[in-house]
């Protein structure tokens, strides 16, 4: 089959999920404005008030009130959209929680920001991380295109029968939110026939007016641990999902992204660096200069980071003789960044490697290409039983 | 692993029949204090059912009357009645009813 073509726009980070949005048609939208995802609330109350997007905007006063009302719009049948960041995804905190018990296929972007403590009105992955035990599904993309890419294919995750869970599509504020690319946004009734699978499934059980039916009560004891089951269940069904998916997505408009994790040049590689969102991009210029320089050196991209893609992780990097790293965030209480945190718990199945982890890129900073030279030779060394230091806060040393 | 539990959901997430199943704890034991309405005051507006939590106030025809196997006593139906046709009484009053 000829993938289908699109419109080719220059646009920004946050306009691609807005755009990304859009063209999933969704019923209902509330979003809140902040830094740096403001720009998506904007455009698609615009997009609303130009006929465009034909869905019910509703304002509201929070961000802890957007998640309520995508939720209720949700269990009541409506397919949804909101977007947050930072403080806004601290403040539905608890509304994150009702939403995955209650199973209900909401899509969020989270334009990744520092949280609160330190006011930084800056770049960082703690938001994403301090929601990972809220039962939702977290995918973290690259670039531009794979905003918009990955959330469409959310939809299609969120809304599947065997899933029925929220999906939440992470990417770098102000790295990208601000930054404009070449987008391919594809047709929408492209993206209506890409989503056409979920309407031969079973209907999931909705509210109906007239109906006296609940959702989310009737939780002691085994009713919860049923529930709770069911859930976990549930997010591991989607990793399989995830990639069959990111493979349908790829068969019908031309681009796939490897689905939970993304492999490039691993195959010869002695060593890994383990990244993701954006500095994904510059790891992959790093690898490619370091393998002319003969260092048999790949990266593996984290797409996927709820649920864990433990099973692929331990596929690729088995065998490999040292691992690296790098997280844009904190693991307070550990040493260890968050991904190398959980990654270490494969280390039984990947076996007794150097496994380095390098905290870079806070506020704001630049994860460039002399950090991650460095790391690269610095797990390499590593590899060829040198000592080395297992935790690097990059800027700290600099 | 080997599941023994039948499960009580029928759907992923945990729906049930409001008239039934949500209703489903024991949440009259808690009660230290029961609704007891005065049916000369009341003129049926409903208020004591919207505002219920457990939402156990039942639709009698021209009044509304708390199911006591739920109504945990909290006395937001007394409080929010207009005509103030509800009074709460402390359940020791009723201890003959065991």
């Not at chain 1, 069904?237 to 040049?265: C, H, L, P, T, W």
């Not at chain 2, 007891?36 to 004591?48: I, Q, R």
Request: proline share 4%.
């Amino acid at each position: 089959m000829k993938a289908k073509k699109g419109q080719v726009r220059v646009i920004t980070g946050n306009a691609v999920g807005a755009y990304g949005a859009m063209v999933c048609r969704p019923e209902v939208v509330a979003a809140y404005p902040i830094t740096p995802q403001s720009e998506i609330a904007e455009l698609l109350s615009q997009f609303k008030a130009d006929g465009v997007l034909d869905a019910e905007y509703v304002e509201v006063e929070g961000e802890n009130s957007a998640m309520n009302v995508v939720l209720a719009a949700s269990i009541a049948g409506a397919r949804v959209f909101t977007a947050t960041s930072s403080y806004g995804l601290v403040f539905m905190y608890d509304a994150l929680q009702e939403t995955s018990g209650f199973r209900a296929p909401v899509v969020m972007v989270n334009a990744n920001r520092e949280t609160p403590g330190i006011h930084a009105v800056s770049s960082g992955q703690q938001d994403m991380i301090s929601a990972r035990d809220t039962g939702w599904v977290q995918i973290v993309v690259e670039n531009d295109q794979e905003i918009l890419d990955q959330t469409i294919m959310a939809y299609r995750l969120a809304e599947d029968y065997d899933i029925q869970l929220p999906v939440m599509v992470n990417y770098d504020g102000f790295y990208l939110s601000y930054l404009a690319e070449a987008v391919e946004i594809p047709n929408i009734e492209d993206v209506d026939e890409f989503l056409a699978p979920l309407k031969q499934q079973p209907e999931r059980q909705k509210l109906v007016p007239g109906v006296s039916i609940g959702c989310g009560t009737h939780g002691m004891e085994m009713g919860y641990v049923e529930a709770r089951y069911k859930h976990c269940m549930a997010l591991e069904r989607v990793k399989n999902k995830v990639d069959e998916i990111d493979k349908a997505f790829g068969d019908y408009f031309g681009r796939s992204y490897g689905g939970q994790i993304e492999e490039y040049r691993t195959e010869g590689a002695e060593i890994i660096v383990l990244a993701s969102g954006s500095a994904a991009g510059t790891v992959r210029t790093v690898v490619d200069t370091k393998r002319e320089e003969g260092v048999k050196v790949g990266m593996v991209k984290l797409r996927l980071f709820r649920p864990f893609p433990a099973e692929r992780l331990i596929k690729a990097l088995k065998g490999k003789k040292a691992i690296g790293v790098i997280d844009r965030s904190l693991c307070f209480g550990w040493k260890y960044g968050p991904i190398c945190m959980e990654l270490k718990t494969l280390a039984v199945n990947i076996g007794a490697i150097p496994i380095l982890s390098y905290i870079d890129g806070l506020a704001n900073l630049d994860i460039n290409v002399p950090h991650i030279e460095r790391v690269i030779d610095e797990v390499n060394a590593a590899a060829q039983g040198k000592p080395y230091q297992e935790v690097t806060w990059i800027p700290m040393e600099e | 692993m080997v599941i023994k539990h039948k499960n009580i959901f029928k759907t992923e997430s945990a729906w049930s029949n409001a008239d039934e199943k949500l209703l489903c704890l024991d949440t009259g034991s808690w009660r230290t204090e029961r609704p007891v309405l005065d049916k000369e005051k009341c003129n049926y507006c409903g208020l004591c059912a919207l505002y219920c939590p457990p939402q156990c106030m039942k639709d009698m025809g021209d009044y509304f009357e708390a199911d006591l196997a739920f109504c945990k006593g909290c006395g937001i139906c007394a409080t929010e009645c207009p005509r103030k046709a509800i009074t709460m009484v402390p359940e020791g009053e009723f201890a003959d009813e065991g």
